[in-house]
């Protein structure tokens, strides 16, 4: 039995969210152990070495650096002494195997407006309403409503009469052709969303916020990779006094006369604890909880998971200069691409892949003369019925050889270093139920009250954070919920305290612009 004198939490798991929360408890005095499942921390944030070359296996382009330096700043740390982030410019370059044509996507208005004129001038007439208009839902959407806890229907309903003003209600792909009309451009400022595990077609259109902040406040890298951030939070939490034990798999939470008293590992250990933050897949909850079942009735169906991804992550002997940092392909269906990968969960008969390759930033991510690329396809979830273990090599073929075809001649003679995962990866190693790779759906019915909220519902003491619970996924997403979760403790365990700053923090660390000149 593991217990304590002192007021305990209990953090399971140790992506974004869980770190972000152990760092905010951790200043409110708690004391706080993170259990970990896996080998190393960061969940779908790890890293992978091997050979020279350095490669992050999920998130990989930070937007809102803000949003970190709240973070660092709540253990009284300045970001800039732990982390270099630099600006890219462009962000991240779009290909489509159909035209000649690509769209830089960065934060430079004219040099936008520019690659917007070579497909449609009167589109690009229209980016500043776009930027207006979705700058709009940023501020009254996410800003506000992403810090708040959405436990009550009123709540939300208080919210209703601001999300129909802007017109956020409607999906996404709706809401952005009312400003652009040329296909290419409806897709490079509506795909976001796909990359939380949202079909545009199918998300409400809050999620414009993602295309005008990565505009308004750039797209960034942080020298080493994210996993540099992961190594920087886990080492405050250190420093901070805080526990973290790898390997170290939960199995059960446990509870006593509606309260959570602690959890046990898979080992049998009993870690006792006043309270519980669970920063696994939230669709996992009754796997934990299996005699305590969450069947209140203000989820009005099952949450519904996401897709999934095939990641490759690929060491060459050879650069491939075509590719900038971010790089996405799109092949000759995008439309059909997504239904095959969301509403139908069956491999799609077209391709579209993001691409990573921090080498183009940073040399030192890959061995000489080299690249590190990181490949990233959508792909439906184990719902589908395939056979992961017969169908990876021949996808995996399949993908390297389109892309050959298409600008990247000599890929697969190239590389040296291999690793992948698939969506047994996400199931096996991440614990996401269906393999699923972002958690739950972001549509309109799994947002705000009708997502996993911050606190149970049904056991008091327990609390979620991470990309499954409010208020969404992504690493923003992510670190918001871990501020929402921090104020909802602090008023259960009637602590006074001001997690946030009025007004929206800009980055203050160690950034770097593009022309590389210190910010």
């Not at 217990?3 to 770190?19: H, N, P, Q, W, Y």
């Not at 709240?70 to 970001?79: C, N």
């Not at 009469?161 to 809401?175: K, N, S, V, Y």
């Not at 019915?445 to 409010?470: E, K």
Request: neutral net charge; hydrophobic residues 40%.
């Amino acid at each position: 039995m593991v217990g304590s004198d002192r007021r305990r939490a209990i953090v399971v798991g140790s992506g974004f969210g869980g770190l972000a929360t152990a760092i905010r408890l951790l200043g409110d005095g708690w004391a706080v152990t993170i259990l970990e499942a896996r080998p190393e921390i960061g969940g779908r944030a790890s890293r992978i070495r091997e050979g020279g070359y350095t490669f992050d296996t999920g998130p990989s382009l930070i937007t809102m650096p803000w949003l970190f330096e709240e973070v660092f700043a709540a253990a009284g740390e300045k970001m800039s002494d732990h982390v270099t982030l630099r600006q890219l410019q462009p962000g991240y370059r779009i290909f489509w195997t159909e035209d000649d044509r690509h769209f830089d996507f960065g934060s430079d208005r004219e040099a936008l407006v520019a690659e917007m004129r070579k497909f449609s001038a009167s589109d690009a007439a229209n980016l500043d309403a776009f930027l207006a208009d979705s700058g709009a839902i940023h501020r009254e959407g996410i800003l506000v409503s992403g810090r708040q806890s959405f436990l009550d229907l009123a709540d939300f309903v208080k919210l209703l009469p601001t999300m129909a003003r802007l017109d956020a209600i409607r999906f996404l792909g709706g809401w952005v052709a009312k400003y652009f009309k040329e296909p290419h451009l409806q897709q490079a400022f509506g795909f976001h969303s796909l990359f939380i595990g949202g079909d545009p077609s199918r998300v409400p259109a809050i999620y414009a916020a993602l295309a005008y902040l990565q505009i308004a406040d750039g797209i960034w890298y942080s020298e080493g990779g994210v996993y540099s951030v992961i190594e920087a939070f886990g080492a405050i939490v250190q420093k901070m006094g805080g526990t973290i034990a790898v390997n170290s798999k939960v199995d059960q939470i446990l509870h006593r006369a509606g309260t959570v008293v602690g959890v046990r590992t898979s080992d049998g250990t009993v870690h006792d604890a006043n309270l519980v933050v669970y920063n696994g897949d939230v669709t996992a909850r009754d796997v934990l909880l299996p005699d305590r079942p969450d069947t209140l009735p203000w989820r009005l169906r099952p949450l519904r998971t996401t897709m999934s991804a095939h990641m490759m992550y690929l060491g060459t002997n050879k650069r491939f200069e075509k590719l900038l940092h971010h790089t996405l392909v799109v092949g000759d269906d995008y439309h059909g691409f997504i239904r095959d990968v969301t509403r139908d969960r069956r491999i799609p008969h077209s391709n579209a892949v993001y691409i990573h390759a921090p080498s183009r930033t940073e040399p030192a991510m890959a061995a000489p003369g080299g690249d590190s690329i990181a490949i990233l396809l959508p792909v439906p979830n184990l719902a589908s019925g395939d056979d992961w273990r017969a169908l990876e090599p021949r996808l995996r073929d399949r993908t390297l050889e389109w892309l050959e075809a298409w600008g990247l001649p000599g890929l697969r003679d190239s590389i040296v270093v291999e690793r992948s995962w698939t969506p047994l990866t996400f199931r096996d190693e991440l614990l996401a139920p269906d393999g699923n790779a972002f958690a739950v759906e972001p549509s309109l019915q799994q947002s705000a009250y009708f997502r996993q909220p911050n606190r149970d519902r049904a056991l008091a003491g327990l609390y979620y954070v991470g990309g499954g619970t409010h208020p969404g996924a992504g690493m923003p997403g992510a670190l918001l919920t871990a501020q929402v979760t921090q104020d909802l403790i602090r008023s259960d365990y009637r602590a006074s305290h001001v997690s946030h700053p009025r007004g929206a923090a800009r980055a203050t660390g160690n950034t770097v612009g593009p022309d590389g000149a210190r910010i």
